[in-house]
């Protein structure tokens, strides 16, 4: 119950690579013991630095200490003075040429070492470790991981009996080989005795051998292109975006064939529109139209001369006009009368409370 591996050796020869890269055949323990030891100089020395891993590169005759470090102006010093004793010290060391490089770590919210100790320097000054935990989930999530895990354990608050806390947010799946998971670990000195403090990032997953991450921002449908199977939803693959019909295809597809007699009509609501908008009752529209005579070529009428019938028929007033106008004609004639007997009625109860309130003369 309980077993728990480590992220980084759990991936190592697989997508991860190690931090010593070095080969020997017959002195492999010296060379051991002298790595632990530069590696405890650079960790001491560099203790503000915000170094998160140092890694080692052995040939023949030099030797190279690649430092990952989130402040590599502290590592530098004035002038290159810093790492020039760095460098003095680790020749001495090693008996060998030291090539120093620094590499520096762009987003410190994203690596699990230093967000371990980040946690670990606010324990130290009596921060509350909820609060510590749930600011620095906070802070890495934002800075763009997938999930991240933060586990405390010790005299928590200084409490008598240790225990163990955990705090997390979004995924960590540990179990799956393709992830990239960052794995940190550090040490809080408090008062009470020392609190182990424990973290876990996930930054997304390997797609190659060879340790690259999936780029931020990248669809299945990208790797789908590579590996020639591509992925579906809903029918169509994702990715592909649903390009709209040409205009001249929707209007081929729309168009109907109208009989004459409805475009007729047509054209007589468009004419009684437009007049509308103009300004012009459309009664007065109607009896133009009906005056209007189309002239033919010859110069002779095409329409016949409307007639005496069709001119009334053309200046008569709609009867749904009519009908709209009456209720508001009726609301106007029967308002006087309303108010007229509604006074009447306020004066006969005034005259009657005033004779209420009269004093009785006895004869």
């Excluded at 060391?93 to 670990?120: H, P, W, Y």
């Excluded at 999936?214 to 693959?237: M, W």
């Excluded at 007639?307 to 709609?318: F, L, M």
Aim: glycine share 8%; aromatic share 4%.
């Amino acid at each position: 119950m309980g077993q728990k591996v480590n992220p980084v050796g759990f991936r190592l020869g697989v997508y991860r690579g190690w931090d010593a890269r070095w080969y020997a055949d017959g002195d492999y323990l010296k060379l051991l013991h002298e790595d632990l030891a530069m590696r405890r100089i650079i960790m001491g020395r560099l203790r503000n630095a915000g170094v998160a891993r140092v890694e080692t590169e052995r040939s023949a005759t030099q030797l190279t200490v690649i430092i990952r470090t989130a402040k590599p102006g502290i590592v530098i010093g004035k002038q290159g003075a810093a790492v020039d004793a760095l460098r003095d010290e680790l020749e001495r060391i090693s008996g060998k040429k030291v090539r120093v490089t620094i590499d520096e770590i762009k987003m410190a919210d994203l690596d699990a070492q230093l967000v371990a100790e980040n946690v670990a320097a606010q324990l130290e000054k009596r921060i509350a470790f909820r609060r510590a935990i749930k600011q620095t989930i906070l802070r890495t999530m934002r800075a763009g991981a997938l999930g991240v895990k933060i586990q405390v354990s010790g005299r928590l608050g200084g409490a008598e009996m240790s225990r163990r806390e955990w705090d997390r947010d979004g995924r960590v799946p540990l179990h799956t080989l393709r992830a990239n998971i960052d794995y940190g670990k550090a040490e809080a000195r408090t008062t009470a005795g020392r609190v182990g403090v424990t973290c876990w990032i996930y930054k997304g997953d390997f797609v190659t051998a060879t340790g690259e991450p999936i780029l931020q921002g990248t669809t299945y449908a990208d790797q789908a292109e590579e590996t020639a199977q591509p992925p579906y939803s809903g029918g169509r693959p994702v990715g592909q975006t649903a390009t709209a019909p040409a205009a001249a295809e929707v209007a081929g597809a729309v168009a109907v064939e109208v009989p004459e007699e409805l475009d007729e009509e047509l054209a007589e609501l468009v004419e009684e529109a437009e007049a509308v908008a103009v300004g012009i009752p459309p009664a007065v529209a109607k009896v133009r139209a009906a005056k209007a005579v189309p002239v033919g070529r010859d110069g002779e009428t095409d329409a016949p001369v409307a007639t005496a019938p069709a001119r009334k028929a053309a200046t008569k007033v709609p009867a749904s006009t009519v009908k709209a106008k009456e209720p508001v004609a009726a609301v106007k004639k029967a308002a006087p009368r309303a108010a007229a007997k509604t006074g009447a009625k306020a004066a006969e109860k005034g005259a009657a409370a005033k004779k209420a309130r009269a004093p009785k003369v006895e004869e």
